[in-house]
């Protein structure tokens, strides 16, 4: 998210509705929502239907010890939710704030699924953090997608999921990650700025993409949403989209920048169950 603009955004606000919108968007920026989420696609292997995938995005630890506990929040309801797989789409730390590892380990350790976590960075996460950051996420077991490929197995069944880096920050390689994704079994990219959908989907190889970034918007004001979005979050801001046939989704996240504040726009977990197809059809004949 860009500071300046999430600033304006927050002046706009305290003029408009005064102190009593600043409470509430105060307030808001605590209140998680769990979105259930269902992807019946074609795509779906048989053996990974039910499969369900916690994404959760944009923590934004600073230093308060609000963003720590907000985590911390964040840890124990996906973990309630009892995922198969966990998913970060990135910016685990705010751009300028000096990482200590703690604040991200003590947390990120006790996140807990059958098939592990995955992660990539943001484009705050490598302004001073990012060594830090993969050290701390390589501590606590978490795997790291830099622009990599990781295949999960059902018997005879695959599921792909791939990352790409930051596009921010130039640091995105699609070529490399398709050089190494093999050529058939469903696909998922995970790819921190949602505009990077454009590219995605020109490649014709996945077919969802899960993002972060935007925030939702995080304050959105009528008619002023737009200056809050950051670079390359500006066309896919919240939610689903069909890009060119590759569906994307941009997940709110949970933490803020700019200013502790949101304002319709209330920090988000997704939990995702994919669904095959043609298994009704299946069960008719």
């Not at 880096?165 to 949602?194: C, F, N, W």
């Amino acid at each position: 998210m860009s500071t300046l603009s999430t600033l304006i955004k927050a002046a706009a606000l305290a003029s408009l509705g005064g102190a009593g919108a600043l409470i509430y968007a105060h307030r808001a920026a605590d209140r998680l929502t769990i979105t259930p989420l269902s992807f019946l696609h074609s795509a779906v292997p048989r053996a990974f239907h039910g499969y369900r995938i916690a994404q959760f995005s944009d923590i934004h630890i600073d230093e308060t010890r609000r963003s720590v506990e907000r985590l911390h929040r964040a840890v124990d309801a996906i973990n309630a939710a009892a995922p198969d797989l966990i998913v970060c789409t990135g910016d685990f730390v705010t751009q300028r704030f000096r990482l200590h590892p703690h604040d991200l380990t003590e947390a990120l350790r006790r996140l807990h699924a059958p098939d592990g976590v995955l992660a990539i960075l943001g484009n705050h996460d490598h302004r001073y953090n990012r060594l830090i950051t993969q050290r701390a996420l390589a501590e606590v077991g978490i795997t790291e997608l830099e622009n990599a490929v990781t295949t999960l197995r059902r018997g005879a069944d695959v599921l792909h999921i791939a990352g790409v880096d930051s596009m921010v920050r130039q640091r995105a390689r699609l070529d490399a990650v398709l050089a190494v994704l093999p050529a058939d079994g469903m696909a998922i990219l995970l790819a921190h700025e949602p505009d990077y959908a454009d590219i995605a989907a020109a490649s014709g190889r996945f077919t969802l993409q899960l993002s972060g970034h935007t925030h939702g918007g995080q304050i959105n004001l009528p008619l002023a949403n737009r200056l809050g979005l950051p670079v390359y979050g500006r066309r896919y801001t919240g939610g689903f989209y069909n890009v060119r046939g590759m569906w994307l989704y941009v997940n709110r996240g949970i933490g803020t920048s700019g200013v502790p504040l949101r304002l319709r726009a209330r920090p988000e977990i997704t939990i995702f169950t994919l669904g095959y197809m043609n298994l009704l059809q299946e069960q008719k004949k």
